[in-house]
Each structure stands twice: as C-alpha cells, then as structure tokens.
C-alpha cells in the first residue's frame, strides 16, 4: 500500500531529525496532504501507528491537515480552488491551468523531546 511507504520514509525523516537535535523521542507529528495527492488521511493514521513501533516516533500523535487543490491560469494569473476536479479558470475560461496546490505530502512541524543528562 502506497500509504506504508509513505510513513516509512516519513518516519525516517522524523528519526533524522531526532537525531540531529539529539533527542530521544518524538511526541506529535503533523502532516499536510494534499486533496489530490491520492493519500487516504485514516490508512495514514493506521500505517503510522503500525509502522512507528520501536521508532521515536511510537508514542507520537498524528495530526494531518487536509489541502483543498488549487489551480493557476497562466493565461491570466489568477488563483482559484478546483471544485469538483473543475479544471477551468473561473475569469477567463482557459482550461489550461496549472495546479499549485493539493498534490503533496509536506510534514510540517514534528515535536521532539530531549531528555536531559
Ligand atoms: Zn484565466
């Protein structure tokens, strides 16, 4: 399932950064996901709670946020969200438009915890 390899790699950026600030475990996660990135927000949610045992990540809560899709017309510069998978530019009618927004997976913050001594 795409979803596991997601959290995979995720969680070895998470393990990286853990490392690099020398800490011992992370206590939240939150992620972006785009609309449109094909991303199943509750298969997330179960890919990391399986895949982050034994991890820092183990006890860390998840939050991810939904990104709507949005779209740019290079004919006239204006933004607008895509409604309905809608690829047209409401101002001008060009169908060309380029997406700018809602296809990624971006992990946003991770809070870490370092135990002193
Ligand atoms: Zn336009």
């Known amino acids: 399932m795409h979803e596991f390899s997601l959290v995979r790699a995720l969680l070895e950026q998470i393990a990286q950064l853990a490392s ?5 475990r ?3 996660v939150s992620l972006s ?3 449109f990135s094909g991303v199943d927000a509750d298969l997330l949610q179960l890919a990391f709670a399986q895949s982050s045992e034994g991890t820092v990540a183990q ?3 998840l939050t991810i ?3 709507p899709l949005e779209a740019r017309c290079p004919s006239c510069q204006s933004e ?4 309905g998978y809608r690829f047209q530019c409401p101002a001008c009618d060009a169908s060309e438009v380029v997406v700018i927004r809602g296809e990624e ?3 946003e913050t991770v809070t870490l915890e370092r135990t002193e001594g």
Request: proline fraction near 4%; avoid cysteine.
């Open 26 to 28: 992370a206590t939240g």
């Open 33 to 35: 996901v785009g609309e």
């Open 80 to 83: 607008f969200p895509v409604v």
């Open 59 to 61: 006890d860390a809560t």
């Open 65 to 67: 946020r939904r990104v």
């Open 105 to 107: 997976l971006i992990l």
């Open 20 to 24: 690099r600030e020398h800490a011992t």
